[in-house]
């Protein structure tokens, strides 16, 4: 019997210690930090085009091959005329564009602040020269971010620093403003609007505002602002009908700001950032500020 009670009662101790876990924030532990593959698939903004005289421009089995991936074999338009060398390593990305965000924006001036931040660019990947011909290069997909094609732009290889996330236990619910530069969370990775841990999302805080890698920035909203991103009723930050209200009028300015999470910032240009969530209290949406820690 006693065996059994001690059985028990261990059981809801582990049980309280799991739930009591389960309650405190989830986000990259101390010592960590992004992996290989959210450093370099993130994508960015440049504020000036990049350059594209170096490509892609076909591969083997091109008869029926449309995209390429890790393994395959590929050819670049450049040789050692051009001065390539077996064993060049390049980045390929590509120019994309959200085709609905001009016509369908999430919140009310995201199509304006996403041309703010630049030109968009996917990470497709890297490859690396094994063959060098007189006006062409046979390279290997050595790591694929996406699909890569036809007029891809290649880039020499950069290492991109994979800084250290801090202590997830830092995280301040009711931080106080910062004072420091404050900006928007514009669009996501892939053209997303809503955001958890571990989301990609680009803002539009950057170099000139002196971001850098490794950079934490605080996520936050207010409650019942003008420029609203989801649909709400108005004024339900005090009064909802039916569910009660205060005797006076509180505008979002009146309230308390929520402050939602913490991003790590991977990449920086001059207009925008990359960033990745790592910590996030509520649902993220496009729209949502941010602000450098």
């Not at 892609?56 to 005329?81: A, C, H, M, P």
């Not at 910062?178 to 680009?202: C, H, L, R």
């Amino acid at each position: 019997m006693r065996a059994s009670l001690a059985v028990f009662s261990l059981s809801i101790f582990l049980a309280a210690a799991a739930a009591s876990a389960q309650s405190l924030p989830q986000s990259a532990p101390l010592g960590q930090q992004p992996g290989y593959s959210a450093a370099n698939c993130s994508g960015f903004f440049s504020d000036q085009k990049v350059p594209d005289e170096i490509r892609l421009i076909s591969g083997e089995q091109s008869e029926y091959k449309i995209t390429f991936s890790r393994g395959d074999t590929v050819y670049i338009n450049r040789g050692q005329d051009q001065g390539m060398r077996v064993g060049d390593r390049f980045i390929v990305v590509r120019h994309e564009r959200d085709p609905l965000s001009d016509n369908v924006p999430w919140f009310k001036w995201q199509t304006k602040l996403t041309k703010a931040m630049g030109i968009s660019y996917l990470d497709a990947g890297q490859v690396r020269v094994i063959n060098v011909q007189p006006k062409v290069s046979i390279a290997e997909v050595i790591f694929s971010c996406d699909y890569i094609q036809r007029g891809d732009i290649l880039r020499p290889y950069v290492e991109r620093p994979s800084p250290p996330y801090k202590d997830p236990a830092a995280f301040d619910h009711f931080a106080p403003v910062s004072g420091k530069p404050v900006g928007t969370m514009v669009i996501g990775f892939d053209y997303a609007d809503s955001y958890g841990q571990n989301s990609t999302v680009f803002v539009n805080l950057g170099s000139a505002q002196g971001v850098k890698v490794g950079d934490y920035l605080r996520i936050f909203r207010h409650q019942g602002e003008p420029g609203e991103y989801v649909p709400q009723t108005a004024d339900y930050q005090y009064k909802l009908y039916g569910f009660g209200s205060t005797p006076e009028k509180y505008s979002w300015k009146d309230l308390p700001r929520e402050v939602l999470g913490e991003a790590i910032v991977l990449n920086v240009s001059k207009n925008s950032a990359t960033v990745l969530i790592t910590f996030s209290s509520a649902e993220v949406y496009a729209g949502d500020y941010v602000e450098i820690e």
